[in-house]
Each structure stands twice: as structure tokens, then as C-alpha cells.
């Protein structure tokens, strides 16, 4: 028998959200199978009053979904809403709640106190969603779980299944705690990090059964050693100085880690290749850094690649820099119903793996759920470059062109000239490149770190904005403490490190490579 999901919220507020979740329960393939919604405006004329009908449909139901909002809605003469009762029942008689909060500037006080209260009822939620495609993700990850750790699938998608063997104890709890401050600052995650909260925030993502039992999700995000239960789970970088792939090959990487230690190191490799002019301190104090290519659209890709994939491939996510493109390949295919023509246009999007994707968003990589590609393609059009191209073989790939391209003719001169911040990549520079020992040798973050810096001495929260950088938690163990080891990088207050008013500047040595890397970019 299907179970009944019975749909609650003010219904004047969220009409459109509430019929979305209906429609879409109803005509998924999967979901039809078990669920079958329950909306109260749908329910025919009876010789009953409005507030037993709901009420009596609300303590039948199997699963209830509650959408909070701005407005408390019609109260009755105990100054209690209908939408609240609903909730009390569905708790009184131990119906599965999922609960999910529009993000919104201002909330009604009685709904707040609501909100509230759901928080303290419910460990695996709420979930904080601001348009209808974020709820449709957010739904489709909830029920699917909902379904997994229930036994009512063999098998589901690969994030979502539990793992065999891994533990809690597989998982790092420093890991955990620099999700949530990201989570927190980017996304208004509702939950603090203790110790005691680990339980309820893999709860709220999803992440673990009601029993403790791991998801292979959980183990991509969080674990100690990713590569232990997933070898394949790494990202393989190379750069080539033609616009074949061809030797000579003028850097290699295979980078390993979690979920967001891959993201970052491949978008860290792109960005060490390509060029990066410093511009003047004409606006102000801090002299800005222009990549070649915008770097949210380098995110966006390697993003798309990681949370797509098929994790039960033995293949990996490959970036490759060309002369002129940049190409990001992941293992597997297009979920179901989304072509490569609708990818250029507005689509739903339903993540391969939605339990992934759900905390890479939460951590602020990407803007929003369902938007991957169509930003991608804005962010490059914006920067004067040749729209970006997708391709379905045995692998999903994304092209994004470099200003250099040889086909790129679709920008007028006018246009090129006003950002001539953006270097073209000539044989001249390759060449530098590869004979010169010093700049051949240097790390990805220990570059970007001298880039951003510049001339300036900058605190950490300067210098984390200047980089860009998604994942806060690591600066200075992966970007100073490596540039500083290696002279270029000094502390204003070495002897305190935890000071609020810490600060970074180069050194002699530092402001040299500085000023050959911008030789280097501006030749």
C-alpha cells in the first residue's frame, strides 16, 4: 500500500509550493509507487467541519510534511492555527515529520515560536530552502531517505545507501565543525556544533539512520580516510601546453580527500595555470586579482562534476587546462529526463547524488540547488567569453573557453578591450612557465596566497575574501603555513597566532615571486 504524505502550511502563503509537492509526488516514477499526497483543498465537500476533516486526515497520516513561512495563519478561539494542530497530532499519533523553513527576512512571532518549536521536536530537521526548486531538491533528498533507511528500497541512489561497515567513529569531527560554521555564516544552518549535536546535524543532512548506521554521503563529506571506502573518489588534474592532450604534460595532480578537499584543490590547480593579473590600488587600499576565467564558473564545474558522478564507477573526475579551454569530465550520465539541450535553459535539476549536494550548498560552493549549469554559462558570458559547451558520452563533459580560443570571434573589439585584465595564455608565457624553476615548483595555495596579498597586510578575513575561498576552515594549514615554510609569507604578531587582529604580508622574498608572477602574467 502507499503511504499517505499529508502536505501542511498556511495554504494562502505556499498554494504554488504545496501543489508543486503534490504534482511531483504523483508523477515521479519512484515516488508514485509509494507515497500519495494529501492536500486539504483537494478533499470534496462532506457533512463533517473543515477542522475535523484535517485533523482526522493528519493523525491518519504515514508522513507530514510542514512548510514554515512568514505568516502564522487563521487562529482559532484558543489562538492556535490550524497548521500547528496539524502538527500536534501528526506528533501525537508518531507520524515521520519533515519540516521545511522558507528563508525570509521577517517572521510573523507566533510562527517563529513555531519554528522553534519544530526545532527542538525534530532532530533531522528543519531544512531551509528559498525557491520552489530548492524545496522540489530538498523534498526528492527527505523522501528518498525517508525510503532507504525505512528498507523500503533495496537498493537507492549510491549517496544515500548505508554503508556496511563504516562507523560514526570513520568520521571526522573537526571536519564536521568546519562544515557547520560555513553552514552557518553562508546559509543561517539552524544548528550549533558540539560535540553532543554531531547525532542531530548528520540527522538534519540526512546523513545517518535512526540507528546510527552511516551513508556512503556521509563517508564522501566527513570521513577520516574518503579513499579508504572510495579509491576512485579523487579528481585528476593535468595541464597541457597544445590544445591536444598530448605529452609533454606541464603538470600533473591527483588530489584526494573529502567531498570539499577535492573541490578545492582542482579549482586551486585551474587557477595556478591560468592567468591572473593584479591590478592597481586605484579603488582602494587592496589591489584586486582578475583570473583569466571567473572563478565561481571553474567552481561551478568541478561542483557539477563531483555531486554528479557516478560514485560507482572506478573512474575519476578529470580536469584538464588546454591552450584554449578548460574541460571538466565526470563518470556517468544525465539524471533522467534532462537533455543536454535543456541544460542551456531553465530546468528542474535533481541531483544524482541529492545528499551530496545539499551540504556543498549548505558550505556556500555553489549559489543555489538546480542552477549549476545556466550559471555557469551567465558567469562566462558576463566575462566575454565563448559560451560553454556540454557533452554526453561515456562520461558528461564541460567545456569552458578560454579568452585564447581560436573560435572565439563573438566578442566585439570594444568589448575585449574593456577587459583587458583578462591575459591570454601565449606560447611566450608557457614557456616562462616551464623553465623558470622557481614559479615550475610553486604550490597552488602557496601562489594564490602571494597573488592575494600583494603589497598589502591583510587579516584573515581579507585575505579570505580576496582568495575567494569557500571552505574557511583550513587557510592556515593548506595556504599559510605552506607560504610562510617556504619564506615567502610573514605573521605581524608570529608569537600569538589565535589573535582577532592577526595580519599577513610577504616578505622580501615573497614581494620577488610577487613581482614575477606579475611580469610573468602581463608579458
Known amino acids: 500500500m502507499r503511504q499517505t504524505i499529508f502536505i501542511s502550511s498556511v495554504q494562502s502563503e505556499f498554494e504554488a509550493e504545496r501543489s508543486m509537492i503534490a504534482e511531483y509526488i504523483r508523477t515521479d516514477a519512484l515516488f508514485a509507487r509509494y507515497f500519495e499526497p494529501f492536500l486539504f483543498e483537494e478533499l470534496p465537500a462532506q457533512d463533517v467541519s473543515a477542522q475535523k476533516a484535517y485533523l482526522d486526515a493528519a493523525s491518519t497520516a504515514d508522513i507530514y510534511i510542514v512548510l514554515v513561512g512568514e505568516r502564522y495563519g487563521y487562529e482559532d478561539s484558543e489562538g492556535v492555527s490550524p497548521t500547528e494542530r496539524e502538527y500536534d497530532i501528526a506528533t501525537e499519533n508518531s507520524a ?68 556496511p561497515i563504516a562507523s560514526l567513529a570513520d568520521l571526522d569531527k573537526n571536519k564536521i565543525r568546519r ?39 556521509a563517508l564522501l563529506l566527513f570521513g577520516k580516510d574518503v579513499q579508504k571506502w572510495f579509491i576512485s573518489a579523487t579528481i585528476k588534474c593535468a595541464h597541457f601546453p597544445t590544445e591536444l592532450m598530448s605529452k609533454p604534460i606541464l603538470s600533473q595532480q591527483l588530489i584526494e580527500g573529502d567531498v570539499f578537499e577535492v573541490i578545492d584543490g582542482a579549482v586551486d590547480f585551474v587557477l595556478s595555470k591560468i592567468d591572473a593579473r593584479v591590478g592597481e590600488r586605484t579603488q582602494s587600499a587592496q589591489a584586486d586579482i582578475r583570473y583569466e576565467l571567473p572563478i565561481q564558473a571553474v567552481t561551478e564545474a568541478i561542483v557539477n562534476a563531483v555531486i554528479h558522478r557516478d560514485y560507482t564507477s572506478t573512474g575519476s573526475v578529470q ?200 611580469k610573468l602574467g602581463n608579458n
Open 179 to 217: 562544515f557547520v560554521g560555513l553552514a552557518r555564516e553562508k546559509r543561517k544552518f539552524p544548528i550549533q556544533y558540539s560535540e553532543e549535536h554531531i547525532h542531530t546535524i548528520l540527522s538534519s543532512l540526512h546523513l545517518i539512520s535512526d540507528n546510527d548506521e552511516v551513508t556512503n554521503a
Open 319 to 518: 580536469v584538464m587546462l588546454f591552450k584554449d579551454r578548460l574541460e571538466v569530465w565526470n563518470p556517468g550520465r544525465l539524471p533522467y529526463g534532462i537533455t543536454l539541450a535543456k541544460l542551456s535553459g531553465e530546468h528542474n535539476s535533481i541531483p544524482v547524488n541529492p545528499l551530496l549536494a545539499r551540504p556543498v550548498y549548505l558550505a556556500g560552493y555553489i549559489e543555489q540547488l538546480g542552477t549549476g549549469t545556466t550559471d555557469l554559462i551567465n558567469r562566462c558570458i558576463e566575462y566575454g567569453l565563448r559560451e560553454p559547451e556540454f557533452y554526453q558520452n561515456e562520461n558528461f563533459r564541460t567545456i569552458i573557453w578560454r579568452k585564447t580560443s581560436n573560435h572565439d570571434t563573438n566578442h566585439d573589439t570594444n568589448h575585449d578591450s574593456n577587459h583587458d585584465e583578462v591575459l591570454s595564455n601565449n606560447k611566450s608565457n608557457e614557456n616562462k612557465i616551464v623553465y623558470d624553476e622557481e614559479i615550475n615548483t610553486l604550490s597552488n595555495q602557496v601562489r594564490r596566497v602571494v597573488l592575494a596579498l600583494g603589497n598589502a597586510q591583510l587579516t584573515r578575513e581579507e585575505l579570505l575574501d580576496k582568495m575567494e575561498l569557500r571552505n574557511r576552515g583550513n587557510l592556515r594549514e593548506r595556504y599559510i603555513n605552506p607560504a610562510v615554510e617556504a619564506g615567502y609569507v610573514k605573521l605581524r604578531f608570529p608569537d600569538s597566532l589565535q589573535r582577532k587582529d592577526q595580519a599577513y604580508y610577504l616578505t622580501r622574498k615573497g614581494i620577488k615571486l610577487l613581482n614575477k608572477l606579475k
Open 96 to 163: 515521520y515529520r519533515l519540516a521545511f523553513v522558507k528563508d525570509v527576512e521577517k517572521r510573523n512571532s507566533k510562527e517563529e515560536k513555531f519554528k522553534n518549536k519544530i526545532e527542538q521536536d525534530i532532530t533531522r530537521n528543519p531544512i531551509l530552502f528559498s525557491t520552489i526548486d530548492e524545496l522540489r531538491n530538498n523534498v526528492y533528498a527527505a523522501l528518498v531517505h525517508y525510503l532507504f533507511v525505512k528498507r523500503k528500497l533495496i537498493s537507492g541512489p549510491f549517496d544515500a545507501s548505508l554503508h
